[in-house]
């Protein structure tokens, strides 16, 4: 079963900064099935990122995805004071379907 | 509204049984496959499986296999996440999420349903 570490934990920065969330699996998988969630609190995680690099309909343009192999990265250019919290990686697995996910970033106001 | 619209929540025993439902709304039910998430604050998100509402056909995580049962009725556009016999540690969130079969992202969510199993 493929392991995604998610890092750092938490990441405290202010609005306007520029925000690095790495995740990074314990074998090499295909960009196309790994995917980037956000968690606001008391709601369902919302697709941000799928196939590493492809924003999901609706998302700004200050989210972007990149990555290949065993690292991924979800960079947001300028944080917005709704952005502090919650990011999950995610892969998944086709034979037999399997997905599992990261176990998350924290995105914290400084 | 394209949406996904779950039980509310529960409180039951250990022992007990338990089914929760998501039901999806203007969209066409069939042509997209249901998952099921569980959160808890110690394990986080863990895939418990899926069904493809159009035959019923289901796929299970081998940490969930056994322990719980996935089945839908297409003719009122539901899933459903049943229990015949709830622990202590089923304790949590659980999310719907649809897919569609020729993708690989979860890209509509439940609201959840909590779900706690205490005596």
Request: hydrophobic fraction near 30%; charge should be neutral; glycine fraction near 10%.
């Amino acid at each position: 079963e493929i392991v995604l570490t998610q890092s750092p934990g938490t990441l405290s920065l202010s609005p306007g900064e520029r925000a690095t969330l790495s995740c990074r699996a314990s074998q090499s998988i295909s960009s196309s099935y790994l995917n980037w969630y956000q968690q606001k609190p008391g709601q369902a995680p919302r697709l941000l990122i799928y196939g590493a690099s492809n924003r999901a309909t609706d998302i700004p343009d200050r989210f972007s995805g990149s990555g290949s192999g065993t690292d991924f990265t979800l960079t947001i250019s300028r944080l917005e004071p709704e952005d502090f919290v919650l990011y999950y990686c995610q892969q998944c697995g086709t034979s037999p379907p399997m997905y599992t996910f990261g176990q998350g970033t924290k995105l914290e106001i400084k | 509204e394209v949406q996904l619209v779950q039980s509310g929540a529960e409180v039951k025993q250990p022992g007990e049984s338990l089914k929760i439902s998501c039901k999806g709304s203007e969209y066409s039910f069939t042509s997209y496959w249901i998952n099921w998430v569980r959160q808890t604050p110690g394990k986080g998100l863990e895939w418990i499986g899926r069904i493809d509402p159009s035959d019923s056909h289901t796929d299970y995580s081998t940490s969930f296999q056994g322990h719980v049962s996935i089945t839908g009725d297409k003719s009122i556009n539901t899933a459903y996440l049943q229990w015949s016999r709830l622990k202590a540690s089923d304790t949590a969130m659980y999310y719907c999420a649809r897919q569609s079969p020729f993708e690989l992202d979860f890209g509509l969510w439940g609201q959840g349903t909590l779900v706690t199993v205490s005596s």
